[in-house]
């Protein structure tokens, strides 16, 4: 079976590697400190048994060998007493019952080795030095005493440090450890919780949300998961609602169509040009809200074509006219062109989707507007970017209504309703094509008595229009 290894114990295995090198490092210097101690002792023990050289060097000189010491250990007792000085440093040497009384003995080897005053025993430590006479090697002078690390002073003073370094090891691993499992703790749970928040999402609940209870980065990452959420909660909102309004508004002409061709087959009504006009006036509703759907589908998955090219905004606007103008004179509606920018007015934009949104906001005019209305189309620039503003003169549009004019399927009940064959995504469309040319399109209330529809578009300065 395959251990599974939570991040709470991964972090807890890494705090505890992290201790291991500490304690490891730590044991690394009392190791490292003890043999630079070891070595200080033995170069002060090598200072003070030179300071005995000249005297034995003396001694040897008078009788040619080791004889005058052998033969007489007052004489031995006589020839340390010589260097007075190092008595300070090193005592009188002496046995109680043939044991040493001291730290140390002071050891003398011939040549060879071979003890000539003193005899260490096997677990002592020696320190030798040698004695040159004439540039020879005529003998060594040394100490037999104890590891000095192991017995005495040093040896306690390793011990207690010992002692206190365990202690701090212990005391360290016992707070690191507490310290870990806090620390995995609080860096764990803002993990899990975004867990929960996305196992929520996985099963469609858009209304969860996440605490952290922290103002680091899993509280940053904890508030984008948040607006993440009420994101797709407005999605899944309008998600909801365009499928509702998507079939309530092919219902009614499909139900139009069903019950007049269902009264056809049934000999109620007749298979006349009149009622084959009003089949065609439906099918043509549907043929027009279908292709408007198209038209949003492909905006959604940007997939909207933009042929750019630089545009005269001015032509563009007449031409629209001009193509409406049947429309618009059959309800005797009035246009004013205001165009109070330069003569032209260049943009780089698609001129058949700009074309698109003007005919769509000039078709509004053509079906809402009273008869005799009057419509005003005004242009000017400002800090490098074109303004176009669409109004009439009425009906208008309640305040509370105008954010929601360019939601898809969206009409005003009174004035703009379905009676006129509007599908309700012209405007849709118009905002879609407007943002992808990084323009904006807004609503407000026009002082004519009225809408009005108001566009801006990066200027453009060159001179030159494809």
């Known amino acids: ?36 101690f070891r070595t200080y002792i033995r170069q002060v023990e090598v200072e003070k048994l030179q300071a005995l050289v000249p005297a034995l060097q003396q ?15 007052g004489h031995w007792s006589n020839v340390l007493s010589i260097a007075s000085e190092i008595q300070k440093v090193i005592p009188p040497p002496g046995r109680r019952n043939g044991k040493k009384t001291g730290g140390a003995e002071v050891l003398l080897c011939d040549a060879q080795l071979n003890p000539v005053i003193g005899s260490p025993e096997p677990d002592d430590y020696v320190q030798l030095v040698p004695v040159e006479v004439d540039n020879r090697i005529v003998g060594w002078l040394g100490l037999e005493k104890k590891e000095p690390l192991r017995s005495g002073l040093p040896a306690a003073l390793i011990k207690r440090q010992t002692q206190h370094l365990v202690i701090l090891c212990l005391v360290v691993v016992a707070l690191t450890g507490l310290i870990a499992y806090l620390f995995s703790r609080q860096m764990v749970y803002p993990i899990r919780e975004l867990i929960r928040g996305t196992r929520e999402l996985t099963n469609r609940n858009f209304h969860v949300l996440v605490k952290t209870g922290t103002v680091d980065e899993f509280g940053q990452l904890a508030e984008h998961f948040n607006s993440m959420a009420q994101t797709l909660r407005h999605y899944e909102s309008m998600r909801r609602q365009w499928l509702t309004d998507i079939s309530h508004e092919l219902r009614t002409p499909l139900a139009v169509l069903r019950g007049e061709i269902e009264a056809i087959q049934d000999g109620i009504r007749e298979p006349s040009d009149e009622n084959l ?27 909207f074509c933009f042929e750019k090219t630089l545009v005269d905004i001015h032509r ?5 006219v001009d193509g409406y103008q049947v429309a618009l004179q059959k309800k005797e509606i009035h246009v004013h062109l205001a165009l109070d920018a330069p003569v032209e007015m260049f943009a780089y934009a698609d001129a058949d989707r700009m074309m698109q949104v003007f005919g769509n906001i000039l078709a509004n005019c053509s079906k809402y507007c009273k008869r005799n209305a009057e419509v005003y189309i005004s242009t000017w620039e400002e800090q490098q970017t074109s303004h176009i503003c669409i109004e009439d003169s009425g009906p208008g549009v309640e305040p509370t209504e105008l954010g929601r004019i360019f939601d898809r399927l969206y009409r005003v009940d009174d004035s703009r309703n379905r009676e006129f064959g509007g599908s309700g995504l012209g405007l849709s469309i118009c905002k879609q094509i407007i943002e992808g040319h990084g323009g904006t399109i807004w609503a407000k209330q026009s002082d004519k008595g009225g809408l009005a529809i108001c566009i801006s578009l990066p200027t453009e300065r060159k001179k030159h229009v494809v």
């Open 1 to 36: 079976m395959k251990v599974r290894f939570t991040l709470t114990h991964k972090l807890f295995a890494a705090f505890l590697l992290i201790l291991a090198i500490v304690v490891g490092a730590m044991f690394l210097a009392r190791h490292i400190f003890f043999y630079n």
């Open 59 to 73: 001694e040897y000189l008078q009788y040619g060998n080791w004889q005058g010491i052998t033969s007489d250990v």
């Open 277 to 303: 006009a009003s089949l065609h006036v439906e099918v043509v509703r549907i043929s027009t809200l279908v292709e408007d759907l198209h038209q949003l589908s492909l905006a959604d998955s940007y997939s």
């Open 316 to 320: 563009l606007l007449k031409e629209s």
